[in-house]
C-alpha cells in the first residue's frame, strides 16, 4: 500500500555547511552545519509543516527544496528527477510545479507593477499556455479578490489581500505543490485565519500539496496533516499532526509544545498581591 | 485610588502639508480610559495599528512631537498629561519605567550592557560609578543571564535576542518602578524564548509588587499573566473587564471574533472538519 503513494518531492539526507567568514588571516574558516542528514517525502495532496525556531535550518531547508540553493550532500528530487540549481531554464519545468509564498508579501511583490502584471509573469516566464488573461481573472477569483483590483498596485492592499495577491501569483501556473515560508506570521490574527482558511480551501479545491514552514505551531496544527520538527539542522520528530502534538516523542517536541502560551480561561493562576 | 487613571485620553495628528489630506486631523487615539491599581497587571491587546503603542507612549509623555494628546493620566493622583520634559523625564525611569518591542534598537550598540544598566541608577539614584555597576551585576544575575561579571561587559550585539530581553527589562526595574509598561516585549522571540522572558516578568512582577501594563496582539501570553483585559480597536478601548471573565463571555462582537480566531489557530485547538472559509466576522482585508 505504501509503496503506491505517487511521491512529489522528496529530499534524503540533505546535509549543508555553511563556511563562516575567517576571523583571523592565519585561522581557517570555522563551519556552520545547518543541516545535519535531512529526509523527507511529501505525496500528492498531502500537506507537511516544517516547525522549528530560529536558526534551526527551516529556511536552508526551504532553499534546498526549491533548488535555490545547493546541498553539500544529498538530493532532492521530484517524481524522481534530480532537482539542482543550474541554470534558469533547467528548472523551468520544476518551477510549473512548485511555487512559493513568501512572509512579507509587500516586499515579495513588485511596487511598480499592477496586480495583473504580477499575476501574469509566472504565466510568461514558465510559457504556459492559454489565454493569460483569463487565467489571471480566475485566480483572483479562487483567491477572492475583485477582477477590477487587477489594475491597482501591491500597496493599495491591506497586508492580507497583499498576501492574497501573491498566492494568486503562485498558484497561477496550476503548480501541485505550494511552499509557504512563514506566510501568515506578518499579519494579524483575524485576517491570519482568513489565509489559513484560503489555503486550505485551495489545497482542497485545486488538490495541491502544501509545505508549510512556520514557527507558530498552532498555524501547522491548523493546516496540515504531518510534521517535521527541526532542531538545529536535524528532524527530531516527525509524524502525523495529530499524534505529534499530543504525544510527542522527543524532548525538544515537548519543550516547544510547553512552551507555546495558550489561552487560559481561568484567568491568571496567580491572584494578585500577596496572594 | 489607583496608581494609574487614564482618563478619555486623546491623540491625534494633524497631516502635514503635502499629504493628500494635508490639514485634516486623524485622531489615532479616541477617549480611551482604564486604570491600573498598584500591583494589579492588566493586557491591552489589539491588532496593528488598532492604537496601542500609541496609547502607551502617550501616558508616559513619549508620543511624538506632532501629537496633540487631550485627556488626563493620573499617577499616584497627580496629572502627568502636560509637565514639563524635565518633569516626566524624573518620573519615567524613577516610578514607571518600559520595555519595548526590539532590544536591538532600544539598546545603545556602542555601549557595554553594564554602563546601561547603571545609567538610570547612576542619574536617578546618584549612586557611585562603582555602586551602580555592582547593582547592574545583581540585576543581570536576577533576569537570568549567564554569568553576570561578564555580561555586563559584552555589547548588545554579542547577546541573543532573549538576552537583550532580559537587558532592556533589568534596564526598566534599575530603580524598581511601580509601573512597569511593555510593549509587545516577546513578539520578536522565538516561543521557547518567549516563554522564559513572560516567567521571568511574571515573577518579577509579583516580586516588586509593580503594576503592568503589557501590550500585545496575542491574547494567549496576556490571559495567564495579567488579571484585567482591555481591547483596542481603532483607538477605542471596546472592552475593559476582568480577564478570566471577558474570555469566557466577550460583549463585543469584534472581540468574539479575535478571541475565535485566537482559539481555532491555537495548538490544541481540535483538528477541524469544518466547512472552510467560514470567518465569524468579515473584516477588511
Known sequence: MSMEVDLLLEARNLRRVYKLPRTSILGGRAERHALRGVDLALPAGGSLGIVGESGSGKTT????????DRATSGSVLYRGRPIVPGRPHSLRWFRREVQIVFQDPLSSLDPRQTVESIIREPLTCLQIEGDHHARVLEV???????????RRYPYEFSGGQQQRIAIARAIAAGPAVLVGDEPVSALDV????????????????????LVLVSH?????RHLCDDVLVLHEGVAVERGPVGEVFTRPQHDYTRQLLAAVPRIRTSGPARTTRGG | MSLLEVTDLTVSFERGPGHRSSGRVKTVVDGVSFEIASGHRLGLIGESGSGKTITALSVIGLAPDRATVTGSVRFDGQEMLGRSDRELSKWRGDRVAMVFQNPLTSLNPLMRVGNQIAEPLRQRQKMSRHDALTVAVELCGRVGLPDPRRTVRAYPHQLSGGQRQR???????????????????????DVTVQAEVVALLEELVAELDMALLFITHDLAVVSGLCDQLAVMREGKIVEHGAMAQLIQDPGDPFTRALFDAAARTAVDAPVSGEPFGVSPVRMPG
Do not use: K
Open chain 1, 140 to 150: 483572483l477569483d479562487a483567491v477572492g479578490l475583485e477582477a477590477d483590483m487587477r
Open chain 1, 190 to 209: 483575524s485576517v491570519r485565519i482568513q489565509i489559513l482558511d484560503l489555503l486550505r480551501r485551495l489545497a482542497t479545491d485545486m488538490g495541491l500539496a
Open chain 1, 216 to 220: 507558530d505551531l498552532g498555524v501547522v
Open chain 2, 167 to 189: 537587558v532592556g527589562i533589568a534596564i526598566a526595574l534599575a530603580c524598581r518602578p511601580a509601573l512597569l509598561i511593555a510593549d509587545e516585549p516577546t513578539s520578536a522571540l
Open chain 1, 61 to 68: 531547508l526551504v532553499r534546498i527544496l526549491l533548488g535555490l
